[in-house]
């Protein structure tokens, strides 16, 4: 599967005249090669330090740069027969040869990694290939200062050229294993919403509603081999009239008649992260929460029956504001109603359903469409579905109904 994105992505560098495309971000080296560097993805400090790279040359085979202790799986998880690794601190021989007192080639290991060791293995890649003075595209917004300059030092006349966007715009279409595996994070979602949603009591809080969410998703994720592929979870938690966004404002307002609870939240199945979220009322609807929550539900239906193939993004914008503004609330405003997602650790990617985005909705765009509100007075709203757009329409991955429930009722 990694096949086509690899052929994608060349197809894109041979249009502009590049002559190779390195993945520097954890997402897109992800994206290349199918493998997860815990190192990379998880600790910035390593941002450079795992790198992949796919000349414009179908002859010209890939290539992966990581350390050897993560190596292994690289190899095996990508595929890829030209990977080099670099040490790192970690010791990895087997304890009968750390009996020994003969000294081997591993020598003494650095503190962390030797950026000269690293330097030379990257130079090697490109030089095998010609790339020494290549044109490379990259994801040059988000590059490092020191990488650039590390580069210059053993290939000067290499050129880097930006492919931030055209990356974000491959990702974008998503091909089938990409929308199974946010399916699979969808249901999880929902199966902690149903949970905390359906376990809140009278003085719980949102930091409460939190851990409920994530034993009903971790619950569901044990009970099914269809979510083996389950690594993480998120969720911004809301009680009553808390809007603020962090565990360090989730233990303040205890839960009672009347507060609304909101979940944004998603869960991650090999490697893609999910988004969505619902609303809930605790055993009654106070009347100004019940009216906007009814006024953002028409909204969002009315922003889902615009998605087809063809329809410019803005129009799913323009038709939630429109709704919202001409049913009572003409001073509501928002910059997006939705954006794409897939597999940035900040689930939220381009393009973004806003008011001056006027490319054209493909299918396999697998969009999270919301319409929420946070205020202090009614409580924080969230409805928010992924909608995968199909040759004909759309489908919704999401299942939970949109109406306001009622929970907790004696």
Avoid at 132 to 159: K, M, N, W
Avoid at 200 to 213: I, S
Avoid at 230 to 235: A, I, Q
Avoid at 335 to 363: M, N, V
């Amino acid at each position: 599967m990694r096949t086509e994105i690899i052929d994608a992505i060349r197809k894109r560098c041979q249009e502009r005249g590049l002559d190779a495309y390195l993945a520097y971000t954890p997402s897109n080296v992800f994206y290349v090669t199918g493998f997860q560097s815990f190192f990379h993805m998880e600790w910035w400090r390593m941002q450079g330090t795992v790198l992949a790279l796919v000349p414009a040359d179908p002859a010209q085979p890939p290539a992966l740069l990581v350390s050897d202790f993560e190596a292994g799986q690289a190899r095996a998880v990508s595929g890829f027969d030209d990977v080099r690794d670099y040490q790192v601190w970690v010791e990895l021989r087997d304890a009968e040869s750390l009996g020994t007192t003969a000294h081997d080639a591993c020598g003494v290991r650095p503190a962390q990694f030797d950026r000269a060791e690293q330097d030379a293995l990257l130079r090697g890649i490109l030089a095998d290939r010609g790339l020494l003075g290549g044109r490379i595209g990259t994801d040059l917004r988000f590059v490092l200062h020191d990488t650039v300059q590390r580069v210059a030092a053993f290939a000067p006349d290499l050129s880097w050229h930006d492919m931030t966007d055209e990356l974000y715009e491959l990702r974008a279409v998503k091909y089938d294993f990409e929308v199974d595996r946010l399916r699979r994070a969808t249901e999880l979602s929902e199966a902690g919403m149903l949970h905390a949603a359906h376990g809140a009591a009278a003085g719980m809080t949102a930091l409460d509603m939190r851990h409920l969410y994530v034993q009903g998703v971790v619950e569901r994720a044990m009970s099914d081999e269809r979510y083996a592929g389950y690594s993480d979870h998120w969720v911004l938690p809301a009680v009553g009239s808390g809007t603020k966004i962090g565990v360090d404002s989730e233990r303040s307002h205890p839960l009672g008649d009347g507060d609304l609870i909101k979940f944004d939240c998603g869960t991650t199945v090999g490697g893609y992260r999910g988004d969505g979220g619902r609303t809930f009322a605790f055993r009654s609807v106070p009347p100004a929460a019940e009216r906007l929550y009814g006024v953002l539900a028409e909204a969002h239906e009315r922003a889902r029956a615009v998605i087809a193939p063809g329809v410019a993004i803005k129009e799913i914008f323009d038709a939630a504001q429109t709704h919202i503004r001409t049913h009572g609330y003409p001073a509501f405003t928002r910059g997006h109603y939705g954006h794409s997602l897939g597999i940035d650790t900040f689930h939220e990617e381009p393009p973004y359903i806003s008011a001056d985005e006027d490319r054209p909705l493909l299918p396999g765009m697998v969009l999270a469409v919301e319409t929420p509100a946070y205020s202090s007075d009614t409580g924080a709203i969230m409805i928010e579905d992924l909608v995968l757009v199909t040759r004909d329409g759309h489908e919704l991955l999401h299942t939970l109904p949109h109406e306001l429930t009622v929970v907790g009722r004696s």
